[in-house]
């Protein structure tokens, strides 16, 4: 049988927590700084969980399900 492929879309997009759960980065990031404000553009740092509604697509997505 062959070796399983993951997305390598949301293999650039997704991390996997230590629980095994899905992380994604917060959107807003990429340009248009200057038009934000210092606090708003600190709060789109760092990652949080997928939404659980879609946990289960996105692990697939990886090969983890």
């Known amino acids: 049988m062959p070796k399983m492929k ?3 879309a949301a293999a650039k997009r997704f ?3 230590g629980t ?3 992380m ?4 807003g990031l990429r340009h248009g700084m200057v ?3 210092r606090d708003r ?3 789109l740092v760092g990652s949080e969980m997928v939404a659980e509604a879609d946990q ?3 692990l697939r997505m990886l ?3």
């Open 6 to 8: 993951s997305n390598r």
């Open 15 to 17: 991390k996997i927590s």
């Open 20 to 22: 095994g759960k899905a």
């Open 24 to 27: 994604r980065g917060h959107s």
């Open 35 to 37: 038009g934000k404000a």
């Open 41 to 43: 553009k600190r709060r």
């Open 56 to 58: 289960a697509r996105v």
């Open 63 to 65: 090969g983890r399900r």
